[in-house]
């Protein structure tokens, strides 16, 4: 188990490396069929956790290469807080490449992200290398999390980032995020959603660190219209940039590189 690659190229050329420390999950969210539907494997080899010597050498091998990413992603498709080594994976990132890479991130549902592993995360990491924690939540309701997530730990979490929030405040700075996936389970909640999370970063102030909201699109189950709104968009930039340069579009022809979901 254990995978690492590339994503999408950013404008500044500076690519996006993930790394998958487990591709485990302790939930069944009813938005990810390989956990939902319980797939045997996920990246077609046997699930597992990737070993330390694997990870040490990914790192080796981008400090040596001076390789330059955006950032690196320590989260896939499972869930890394199942990986023991979690904090060190994040602390030998930032003591060995935090100067070659704009920042470290890594995604959970933080279930086991307790007090404890907290309070080592933020000891033991490089604190001049910036850190996002996302943590994908979907709910407000107790209810509504079972039923989007598979199982009840809202409590628990709720209070694990909370915790994150008050502690970051002398030990940041760490950006957080918390996630909402829209969909017909969970849509009722989302403006209670903004409201709660709103509340709880406005309570804990930005020191040590800034606090996101997001609400996922549509492609992974998210809100009304964003499955058109690039193309609309798309169509809006035209006529304005037309309007500028005081081009007609009648009769105009065009040349299209790439659809995306247009």
Not at 250 to 260: H, L, P, S, V
Request: charged share 25%; net charge neutral; glycine share 12%.
């Amino acid at each position: 188990g254990g995978y690492a690659g590339t994503g999408t190229r950013t404008p500044e050329g500076l690519g996006v490396l993930q790394i998958e420390p487990t591709d485990h999950c302790n939930l069944a969210c009813s938005m990810c069929r390989p956990h939902a539907e319980g797939w045997a494997t996920v990246h077609g080899v046997a699930k597992g956790q990737m070993p330390w010597a694997t990870y040490a050498k990914i790192i080796d091998h981008v400090e040596q290469e001076g390789l330059r990413f955006d950032h690196v992603i320590l989260q896939w498709l499972g869930d890394p807080s199942l990986h023991a080594d979690l904090e060190a994976m994040v602390a030998l990132a930032g003591q060995r490449v935090g100067r070659q890479v704009g920042y470290l991130r890594f995604d959970t549902n933080g279930i086991l992200l307790n007090e404890s592993r907290i309070d080592r995360l933020l000891e033991t990491r490089a604190r001049d290398v910036p850190l996002l924690v996302v943590f994908t939540l979907d709910a407000v309701s107790e209810r509504t999390y079972t039923r989007v997530k598979g199982r009840d730990h809202l409590a628990r979490v709720r209070r694990q980032v909370r915790y994150l929030l008050a502690r970051r405040r002398e030990a940041g700075p760490v950006n957080v995020q918390v996630q909402f996936v829209v969909q017909q389970g969970n849509a009722h909640e989302a403006a209670d959603f903004l409201r709660y999370w709103g509340d709880a970063f406005a309570c804990h102030g930005r020191e040590g660190g800034h606090g996101e909201i997001l609400f996922k699109p549509l492609s992974v189950g998210g809100s009304k219209g964003r499955e058109d709104a690039t193309a609309r968009g798309g169509i809006y930039a035209i006529r304005e940039a037309a309007k500028m340069l005081e081009l007609s579009l009648d009769g105009g022809t065009a040349a299209i590189q790439g659809y995306g979901n247009a």
